[in-house]
């Protein structure tokens, strides 16, 4: 027989084309009888299903119809998860989405639509599912049908205890990589140029071949029918329900015959690679038997390895961090000798460096005035420039002043009544705005005017007047006194620590431009550890100025010292140098393999028992030294804390919200500090009566770009005074391997036949532990190689991990304000664990829900497979029944809050007393789902609702969705005014580029065997 999941794959398909062609080809009827018949006779036969007949027939009779005119018998279908319902849910979307797909064409050329493959050839474009060009864009579609079976499962009931979380991914996508290439020829040239490397990979997925297979069509079509109206390549892995595997690239009409062939030969090795599960595909039982004991048997033997890794213990010998300080200021000395009035410096030496203190220093020694703007990515860099600038204008009477920008708290925005809702009027004053204010104001009465403030000020603000740019502030203030009188500096520390790093970068840029044309002076200095080869910020900045943004990457690059480069007429000086303060670093590893019973009925416990216990084992001089353990997830810090108590250590909980915090890091004398990626960046570990001499790095969920990027950071926090840095360090890599979830195991189970699946299904089992295992130690080496680079200079090719970059739009909502307070309480939760902080905490969250209103299917865009509504009004509920609850627990709290952060909790105390109206009404980006859709028009009967939780983040460049830290919920259901599902987003982020995909991603056996140079 065959499987369900083929059959679906075909329904999906053909439905996106009935969707998608109806106004594009003359023979749509024919096509749309073809694909019928086709199915039915190859498929509906075998599976007798009397219910699946009459829901083909019904489609068959209703399809194409309007979605402003739906046919009555095509409503109210029932959740019921019968095999006929699902079949029409993934049609249905699949329909929705075609139709969508063709919204934002104007001119569209059919090349290749048929059902079916028409030659054997592994990349002739014929084979493709679907070609077509609208304007000067190609796009080559495949069609992937992974996991909308057990995700149609979930959403429809079959998950009782929690909600789907959306948004879906697809299982086993593998990471980004960049090899910097945006021109579609040089992409092909280089990505051949590596094929040896991509081919060491022992496995690949559905999604790797698809990504090839799809490659190789546009080369052959391109090769075959050689044209110059084509200037785009768009090229999409599409799913019914997850999102899409995309890349884009643009197409100068280069000749791609010489690539033909040898990318075909690389599609078609890759093609012959077995996926992991394809040896539990076949009906035999004599096979069956012969897996179930060798499988085991290389689970052993994997496990044998991770043992046998465990007891070594790598030295290393980092660079001298002495030697990285004196590159710093050769640097430095160097960049100030050339004359040129505007120019960039770049330091991308490691961590405590001096790169700050040194170009303070330099500045304060210059001749003449000097007006420096010093930005960094968190206040607690803020703060700490901030006192440094007031010491030294004490200590050598420097004729300097101080700005200090900050929020003004009493600048919320006001609110007035507007029909049954609120809606917020008028602003406050911006911060950058202020700053210049005052520095204008201050010029010359003081030699030096020092703006501290953070990076986050450069941005656009979005309001109903459109977009305005704060960088125009610094401009404003640009008058011929100030540039005849006063040096220019801006600084931006830490500049890749926040997502608007290449943003600010490009509005000081223009800044630099104006004082330039106007005969000023003026320089921009960059600071950043993580971006350590001077080669990668040029191929960044194109990147990012072709785009408006660079996804959390991997990114290949050679390696340098120096590198020197224009952009728009200004010189830029980079230069970097590895250095580590510690004369040897110990890395040892754990793989803790939780146990699936034990884990089930007692979940994070024995999960931080099994960490603390290895930390009890290795940390055994407590007495002189403090451990450092850096948890991603601070949900799991409680736990750990507390496991950890029990076992006689003494903990403190590090924040980056809290300046309580970073007091306790300096003076006090716990045993262990426990910290998330917020503190991984802008915080010293300086202890010099107990020095960090062990960091502990729990590895789980590994998300490998971004978190390798947190990763390193966190090993450069132990330093800061000479007792701490003259230690050696003990790194230890802790991987947790948590048990298989049923979910993954369904998703994999979708690609085996029906009628040998649950034979099978724990022989997939322990296949999944297997590829779970193998992948652990394939992760190891690619942490440990990274780590290793990161601490020693290397010459040659090196893979640099950088965090998502983008265009900051700011568009201001309680929603963003709420999530923000959120975050603040839970921190200190984590630190404090006081019942009413919880309880608060708690309130909050249940007290006010989200409804869009008043949708117009008309004013959206397309990005598979969301609708966007760039500007949606939503009205924000708030449950008055709560307000007592949450003011009573914010009074008994407020004193702890404060001895925190006293600024945040007057934040969050008018947020509370003035912002959470009954109902409020706001305008976001907000995206629906088609499936959302779906629910709603065609399923759900009268009062029936579905609900999902927003986890995580949107697209492959990761756009930031409100809340989704929290995981709010969101609801399908079918009353009066319909309601969909939504998923609000955060600043405007480049969303088009984002959705629309663009990001090449490779397994992590590719990132392994370039490692390995």
Not at 12 to 37: P, R
Not at 701 to 715: R, S, Y
Not at 960 to 986: H, R
């Amino acid at each position: 027989m065959l499987k369900k999941s083929q059959f679906l794959g075909f329904t999906y398909e053909g439905a996106f084309k009935l969707g998608f062609l109806e106004k594009y080809i003359n023979d749509y009827q024919s096509f749309k009888d073809g694909f019928f018949k086709k199915l039915k006779d190859e498929f509906l036969l075998d599976f007798n299903d009397e219910n699946l007949n009459k829901a083909w027939t019904l489609l068959q009779k209703n399809v194409p119809f309007d979605m402003q005119n739906i046919p009555q018998e095509l409503t109210e279908l029932g959740k019921a998860i019968t095999f006929d319902k699902i079949t029409m849910f993934i049609f249905l979307n699949g329909f929705y989405q075609g139709k969508f797909f063709a919204k934002n064409l104007s001119n569209v050329e059919i090349i290749k639509y048929e059902m079916g493959e028409e030659t054997s050839i592994a990349g002739h474009y014929a084979n493709a599912d679907l070609i077509f060009k609208d304007n000067e864009t190609l796009y080559v579609v495949d069609f992937k049908l992974a996991g909308a079976e057990s995700k149609t499962m979930e959403i429809f009931g079959r998950s009782k205890d929690e909600p789907p979380k959306i948004p879906f991914r697809v299982y086993g996508l593998p990471v980004n990589v960049s090899i910097g290439e945006s021109n579609f020829a040089n992409f092909v040239k280089s990505l051949l140029n590596i094929k040896d490397k991509l081919l060491e990979i022992q496995k690949a997925s559905p999604e790797i071949k698809g990504w090839l297979q799809i490659l190789s069509y546009a080369v052959d079509y391109l090769s075959d029918k050689k044209r110059d109206d084509i200037r785009e390549i768009n090229l999409s892995l599409l799913y019914p329900l997850s999102e899409p595997f995309s890349a884009r690239f643009y197409y100068s009409g280069e000749d791609l015959s010489s690539y033909q062939q040898p990318l075909k030969d690389l599609y078609a090795e890759v093609k012959k690679l077995d996926w992991e599960y394809e040896e539990a595909t076949e009906d035999s039982e004599l096979r069956r038997r012969r897996l179930k004991k060798e499988i085991p048997e290389k689970i052993k033997e994997i496990k044998s390895i991770m043992s046998k890794k465990e007891e070594e213990v790598e030295l290393i010998k980092p660079d001298s961090i002495q030697e990285s300080r004196e590159h710093v200021r050769k640097s430095i000395e160097e960049f100030f000798e050339n004359k040129e009035p505007v120019k960039v410096l770049a330091l991308l030496h490691s961590a405590g460096s001096g790169k700050t203190s040194q170009l303070r220093q330099k500045i304060l020694s210059l001749k003449g005035k000097h007006i420096v703007f010093y930005m960094a990515t968190r206040r607690v860099l803020v703060d700490r420039e901030k006192t440094k600038i007031e010491e030294e204008k004490i200590k050598n009477n420097i004729n300097l002043e101080v700005v200090y920008g900050k929020k003004d708290i009493n600048s919320f925005k006001k609110v007035k009544n507007v029909g049954d809702s609120y809606q917020e009027v008028g602003k406050g004053k911006g911060i950058l705005k202020k700053v210049c204010e005052d520095v204008s104001r201050l010029a010359g009465k003081h030699d030096f005017i020092w703006a501290v403030l953070t990076q986050q000020t450069l941005l656009e603000h979005k309001n109903i007047k459109g977009n305005s740019k704060t960088s125009n502030h610094i401009k404003d203030i640009l008058s011929t006194r100030l540039l005849k009188n006063y040096t220019f500096h801006f600084i931006l520390d830490e500049f890749l620590g926040y997502s608007n790093g290449f943003l600010a970068i490009m509005e000081l840029l223009d800044v630099l431009k104006t004082i330039k044309e106007q005969g000023g002076k003026a320089n921009l200095y960059i600071f950043d550890a993580n971006a350590y080869s001077p080669t990668i910020l040029s191929k960044l900045l194109k990147e990012y100025k072709e785009y408006n943004v660079i996804p959390t990457a991997m990114v290949l690059c050679d390696y340098k010292e120096k590198e020197v480069f224009q952009e728009d007429g200004i010189n830029f000086y980079c230069y970097g140098k590895h250095g580590y303060p510690s004369p040897e670093i110990r890395v040892r590893r754990k793989f803790l393999n939780l146990n699936n019973s034990m884990y089930l009925n007692n979940g994070l416990n024995e999960f931080s028992d099994r960490i603390s216990d290895y930390i009890k084992e290795t940390f055994t001089d407590k007495d002189k030294s403090t451990a450092l353990v850096f948890v991603q997830h601070k949900e799991i810090i409680s736990f750990v804390k507390s496991s950890l108590e029990n076992k006689g250590f003494s903990c403190m909980v590090a924040t980056a919200d809290s300046k309580k915090s970073q007091d306790a890091i300096n003076k006090g004398k716990e045993d262990v500090i426990l910290a998330t990626s917020a503190v991984s960046r802008g915080i010293d570990l300086s202890r010099p009566e107990k020095p960090v001499n062990h960091i502990y790095l729990v590895i789980l969920d590994w998300g490998i770009e971004g978190n390798l990027v947190e990763l390193i950071q966190a090993i450069s926090r132990a330093r800061g005074d000479e007792k701490t840095e003259q230690m050696p360090k003990n790194i230890h890599l802790i991987y947790i391997i948590e048990p298989l979830e049923n979910y993954t195991l369904d998703n994999i189970l979708e690609y085996i036949p029906e009628d040998v699946r649950e034979k099978n299904r724990d022989l997939v089992k322990l296949l999944l532990e297997k590829s779970f295992l193998e992948e652990k130690l394939e992760l190891d080496f690619v942490v440990s190689t990274i780590v290793n680079r990161f601490l020693k200079t290397q010459e040659g090719e090196t893979l640099v991990p950088i965090p998502k970059q983008y265009k900051t739009k700011f568009m201001e909502n309680t929603i963003s304000d709420m999530e923000s307070a959120i975050n603040f309480l839970d921190s200190i939760y984590t630190m404090e664990q006081n019942d009413d902080l919880f309880k608060l905490i708690k309130y909050i969250e249940k007290s006010w829900t989200l409804k869009v209103t008043d949708l117009n299917f008309d004013s959206f865009e397309y990005y598979h497979p969301y609708l966007l509504f760039e500007s949606q009004r939503i009205k924000i509920f708030f449950d008055n029944s709560y307000r007592h609850k949450i003011k009573e627990n914010l009074e008994k709290v407020a004193d702890i809050l404060k001895k925190h952060n006293e600024e945040k909790t007057e934040e969050i105390e008018r947020l509370i007393n003035e912002k959470l109206l009954p109902d409020k009404e706001h305008r976001l980006p907000v995206l629906i789902p088609v499936y959302s859709l779906v629910i709603t028009k065609h399923f759900l009967k009268k009062e029936d609702k579905v609900a999902f939780k927003i986890t995580g983040r949107i697209g492959r460049g990761e756009a930031n969705t409100l809340m989704g830290s929290i995981g709010p919920s969101t609801y399908c259901q079918n009353l009066e005014n319909k309601e969909y599902a939504c998923i609000p987003l955060g600043e405007d982020y480049p969303y088009k580029e984002v959705l629309s995909g663009r990001f090449a991603k490779f397994p992590i056996e590719f990132i392994k065997s370039l490692l390995r140079g």
